[in-house]
């Protein structure tokens, strides 16, 4: 049978309410040395605090909830990392919750924290549009009830957190790549109802047009790898990525998962990266780098930014400011100029 707050004040020969102040963490407490009686008593039975009566008489429960996507995703993955270290020695503990990029189910998500009695929330991932207003309406409710909220990617309106420039940072790559030679693109972007893949394939279109240039083919998908496999597969099917008058296509992709299900279809078909055809993901995620070729990408610094928006939740003013992230391109072996086609 477990052990009861009952048989620890038994025990310690205590009121039920002096042995609740006790480990429940109340403001108020008996005396140093009722206190440590009642200590000495659970520890003897092994009897464990109960969460939500602790949360009752702090009034906090000592939570962070985290929002994500996809927590297979190591975009998603290095972001938690990130939040997880940065409350280490906060006395709160990172909760989690993934979404599956279901509709509605952020809002589900805020909702099961808002019932734990969370003292804060981190949300991060592109967004569906159609849920912002919605979202925006129990945020307020949350924060009006003593709530702390940050947000990662596109924060909304009034919101504090760590906002990624997504558009100018695909910019910087598309201009890279064209400073290295490349006049051919195809762009595979995720859904473009997502926030995130509009603002990249808005950023990478911007940057060929001050060129004179556009995208020979523009397909969208999911925002996946599997996305990512299946729009390489039809980009395959039309022929229009073989080379002309010595020129590659480069495939630009709006992250890295869906850029390596790209590199897994070309290397079904027999493709050669970067002989037949460049690739370029975006995000950087860990060990993108030791795929083989190493894969052309824009740099965000994940765990950073997971770190910069959990401490924002712990800073003790309302006014902390919004920070911005522009990603760094970074060229590898997918995007090599000098690569010869594959015999």
């Known amino acids: 049978m477990a052990v009861r707050l009952a048989d620890v004040a038994a025990e310690a020969g205590v009121s039920l309410a002096t042995a609740s102040r006790v480990l429940n963490g109340s403001s108020r407490r008996p005396k140093p040395e009722i206190s440590e009686r009642v200590k000495l008593a659970a520890e003897r039975l092994g009897y464990f605090p109960n969460a939500q009566a602790q949360a009752l008489a702090r009034a906090s429960a000592g939570l962070v909830g985290l929002v994500v996507h996809d927590i297979a995703d190591p975009y998603f993955a290095s972001i938690a990392r990130g939040a997880q270290r940065a409350l280490v020695g906060s006395g709160k503990q990172l909760m ?12 589900e998500a805020v909702q099961a924290f808002m019932s734990y009695r969370t003292d804060a929330i981190l949300l991060s991932g592109s967004r569906g549009y159609e849920d912002d207003d919605a979202l925006a309406a129990l945020l307020q409710t949350y924060r009006a009830n003593g709530g702390r909220v940050a947000m990662i990617g596109q924060p909304l309106p009034d919101t504090h957190g ?10 910087a790559l598309a201009r890279e790549l064209m400073e ?4 051919r693109f195809a762009l595979l972007s995720g859904e473009l109802r997502l926030s995130t893949s509009q603002q990249r394939a808005e950023g990478i279109i911007a940057a060929l047009a001050e060129h004179g240039l556009q995208p020979e083919v523009a397909l969208e998908g999911a925002f996946t790898r599997e996305g990512g496999r ?14 002309r008058d010595g020129q590659r296509l480069c495939v630009l992709c709006a992250n890295d998962v869906m850029a390596l ?17 460049a690739l ?11 795929q083989y070729p190493s894969v ?3 740099r965000l610094p994940l765990e950073d930014i997971g770190h910069m928006g959990a401490r924002m939740l712990l800073s003790a003013g309302e006014d902390t400011p919004r920070s911005v992230v522009l990603g760094q391109p970074v060229l590898r072996d997918s995007t090599r100029v000098s690569a010869a086609p594959m015999t």
């Open 230 to 243: 299946t729009l390489m597969r039809q980009l395959l099917e039309t022929g229009d990525w073989r080379a």
């Open 261 to 277: 299900g790209a590199l897994a279809a070309l290397r079904e078909a027999g493709v050669s990266v970067p002989g037949d055809i």
């Open 296 to 298: 052309t990408t824009v």
């Open 96 to 107: 989690l919750a993934s979404t599956e990029r279901a509709s509605g189910a952020e809002i």
């Open 162 to 171: 760590v906002e990624i420039d997504n558009f100018g940072s695909a910019g």
């Open 280 to 290: 370029a993901g975006f995000d950087d995620i860990p060990t993108l780098e030791d």
């Open 180 to 183: 290295r030679g490349f006049t």
